[in-house]
């Protein structure tokens, strides 16, 4: 049988899960007035007045955690993001973007989903804002994919390799889906979904375990391959180089007017 603190953890954690915030919090000042060495419920606490935007009594909640367990890296990463976020005048006491973190959003399935660490990363206010669970959005540019948020601010890019093959799938009409799946001082993980895979790839796969190999592969078959005259009226055959070089000229999405400075996170 479960013990009191096991249930009310458990409703705790169900309530972030949801996005019920002030539930969260409610269950784990319960825990900690019962049990006020429970360091995991300090580190709860501190996230979900986090979420709400009380900076205040989320730093005294991680401050605990650290008196308990001095070093602790998940709180002194979360101290550093509260002072990063009032240092930029962040104070709001209403969360705008609260969602739900659906349990099975980060399932992976493979050849379909990949986490990807960003490179260059974006402006250090930004990224103290970004959220476990946020949806983000993948954006052409040049000879990179660029990581945005919902109201088109910069993130971070993909890396060489994923870039220049999500390229030719975006091209192709492959549609995405991508969240925040960690951050901490220097990294900035995404999670991409394939949703929708677009007929001029659909012999491929978005994230396949070599992905120089296969890329090579895709380009020889391509070459090799024989158009056949009826599918070729209803739809051209991919030309990777040239769905490439379109890519670099053309963006997919509308031009931001944003300024993409890009600091380090030094979080």
């Not at 919902?150 to 799938?169: H, M, N, Q, T, V």
């Not at 960690?182 to 796969?205: L, M, W």
């Not at 375990?209 to 009226?233: R, S």
């Amino acid at each position: 049988m479960k013990s009191f603190v096991e249930i009310l953890k458990n409703q705790a954690i169900e309530a972030a899960m949801s996005g019920d915030w002030r539930r969260a919090i409610n269950f784990n000042k319960k825990i900690v007035a019962e049990f006020p060495d429970d360091l995991g419920s300090y580190l709860r606490l501190g996230f979900a007045l986090i979420q709400l935007g009380d900076l205040s009594k989320a730093r005294k909640a991680y401050l605990k955690a650290i008196e308990i367990q001095p070093g602790n890296q998940i709180a002194l990463n979360n101290l550093d993001k509260i002072r990063i976020l009032k240092k930029r005048g962040y104070v709001t006491h209403k969360q705008k973007d609260n969602f739900s973190l659906d349990p099975n959003m980060f399932v992976e399935i493979p050849e379909k989903t990949r986490v990807v660490s960003l490179i260059n990363l974006g402006q250090i206010s930004i990224l103290a804002k970004l959220k476990v669970g946020q949806n983000v959005y993948l954006k052409i540019k040049k000879r990179k994919v660029e990581v945005r948020t919902a109201s088109d601010e910069y993130i971070g890019a993909l890396p060489d390799d994923i870039s220049k093959r999500l390229i030719l799938f975006i091209k192709a009409k492959t549609q995405y889906i991508s969240f925040i799946k960690e951050v901490t001082k220097r990294n900035v993980g995404v999670f991409i979904k394939e949703e929708k895979r677009g007929r001029k790839v659909k012999h491929y796969s978005s994230f396949p375990k070599n992905l120089q190999e296969d890329m090579k592969i895709m380009i020889t078959e391509e070459e090799a391959a024989e158009p056949d005259e009826e599918t070729e009226k209803e739809e051209s055959s991919l030309d990777l180089e040239e769905l490439a070089k379109e890519a670099e000229e053309k963006e997919c999405y509308p031009e931001s007017t944003l300024d993409e400075e890009k600091d380090d996170f030094e979080e």
